[in-house]
Structures are given as structure tokens and as C-alpha cells.
């Protein structure tokens, strides 16, 4: 049990290219979400999906779109790098039955922007 | 918008006493919340959370403290062990929060002197 997979691990871009981030789940949890999380500052939310076929900005969405593939793959997709989003991002999932429960992280994938 | 504030300080303490984590939270909406334990290079891993319908949870060596009168949290650590140095957050939602978006704060670390 893989619990949420994150790739690629580790991501070099340069200004302007374009980059897909994949995560999946094998929890059968209905909800994803994507943070980034920058030095000194906790996660913040950029794009989540309550369940499959929807999905909703999180807190800081400019510059990112998101596909919820199926119930297992949420991904992240940055059209135009641009420096400011070198951050380590991370994918979350959490399952929607019995009243609130915690997402559970993926190991994150750090990308850099030059 | 309303978050969950923790200072970003560094607690060290010595191997076998116990911790204490402090967090405040400003949202008084706020019915659930999560304490994280992050290591280096890993994602956030679910340590234990509560729900404002409780004051005190306990887990395996840990409990969370929850005071609405004062929007606080706390986690204690019994025993602590160089495995639990880390980075700990506490995050926060609401029922009310469509797709159960958390709130994060901004981490302490936990130096744990052999």
C-alpha cells in the first residue's frame, strides 16, 4: 500500500517551460488537493478536488491548472514556469466518509525555476 | 483571511523529558484540526487530531489540548525521542468548509538532544 505517489521527485525548469506534476492515490479517497510549501511558511492550498469530476481554487491558484484524471490521479500542471513558483509542492488525499478526517501527504516533488 | 498562527520557533529539548508544541487558531469556525510531524525531505505525516467537540485527545505518547475559550492548541509529546525531531504543524478546518480546505501554521521545529 503505496498510500499517495508523487512525480517526479525532484524537477529543473528554466522561465517559460511547461511542467505537469502527477500524484496518485491508492486509498480510494475521494478528495485531492495541492500545496506548495516555501521556506519558513506552511502549506498553502493551490487547487483541490472534492471528488472525481471537480475541482476548485485553493488559496494561491494563479499560474497552475489541475486535471482530476479518475478517482486515483490528481495532477498539477504549470503552463509557464516562472521563478516564483519554485516551491516544493505536495498532494494530499483524504476520504469524505465518516465526518472529518485528515488528508494524508505524498513526499512532494521539489521544483526549481531558473 | 483567517489562519492558524504558530511563531516559527525551534524547541530543544532533551531526550526523555516531554514537549509541548503550542499553536493558535483565529478562526472561530474552526471544528477540526490536525497536527502534522514533517521530517526532512518527507511529506507532513498525520500524527492526531480532534474535534471542538473535545478538550483532549491521546494518542501513543502524544496528546492534543484544545482550548476554544482562547483558540489554542497544544501537543505533548511524553518521552521524547531523537526519532520525533522534526518539523510539527497544526492545521484547521471548518464543517462548513467546502472540501474540507485546510489552514496551516507555519511549523515549529523539535531538536531532540541525545
Known amino acids: 500500500n503505496a498510500g499517495v505517489t508523487q512525480t517526479p521527485k525532484f524537477q529543473v525548469l528554466k522561465t517559460g517551460q511547461s511542467m505537469t506534476l502527477q500524484c496518485a492515490q491508492d486509498?480510494?479517497?475521494?478528495?485531492m488537493y495541492w500545496y506548495r510549501q516555501d521556506p519558513g511558511m506552511g502549506l498553502r492550498l493551490i487547487y483541490y478536488?472534492?471528488?472525481?469530476?471537480?475541482?476548485d481554487k485553493g488559496e494561491v491558484p494563479n499560474g497552475y491548472n489541475v486535471s482530476r484524471l479518475n478517482k486515483r490521479e490528481f495532477s498539477l500542471r504549470l503552463e509557464s514556469a516562472a521563478p516564483s513558483q519554485t516551491s516544493v509542492y505536495f498532494c494530499?488525499?483524504?476520504?469524505?466518509?465518516?465526518?472529518?478526517?485528515?488528508?494524508?501527504f505524498g513526499d512532494g516533488t521539489r521544483l526549481s525555476i531558473l | 483571511g483567517e489562519s492558524v498562527g504558530l511563531h516559527l520557533p525551534t524547541l530543544s529539548v532533551q531526550e526523555g523529558d516531554n514537549s509541548i508544541i503550542n499553536c493558535a487558531y483565529s478562526?472561530?469556525?474552526?471544528?477540526?484540526f490536525i497536527w502534522y510531524k514533517q521530517e526532512s525531505g518527507k511529506g507532513p505525516q498525520f500524527i492526531i487530531d480532534?474535534?471542538?467537540?473535545?478538550d483532549k485527545r491521546q494518542g501513543q505518547r502524544v496528546t492534543v489540548l484544545l482550548n476554544k475559550t482562547v483558540k489554542h492548541l497544544s501537543l505533548q509529546i511524553a518521552a521524547t525521542q531523537p526519532g520525533d525531531s522534526a518539523v510539527y504543524f497544526c492545521?484547521?478546518?471548518?464543517?462548513?468548509?467546502?472540501?474540507?480546505?485546510?489552514?496551516f501554521g507555519g511549523g515549529t521545529r523539535l531538536m531532540v538532544k541525545p
Open positions: 486509498m480510494n479517497h475521494n478528495s
Open positions: 478562526n472561530s469556525a474552526s471544528d477540526y
Open positions: 492545521a484547521e478546518t471548518s464543517s462548513w468548509n467546502a472540501g474540507n480546505m485546510l489552514t
Open positions: 494530499a488525499s483524504r476520504t469524505t466518509g465518516g465526518g472529518n478526517q485528515p488528508q494524508h
Open positions: 480532534i474535534r471542538s467537540n473535545m
Open positions: 478536488s472534492a471528488s472525481e469530476g471537480t475541482t
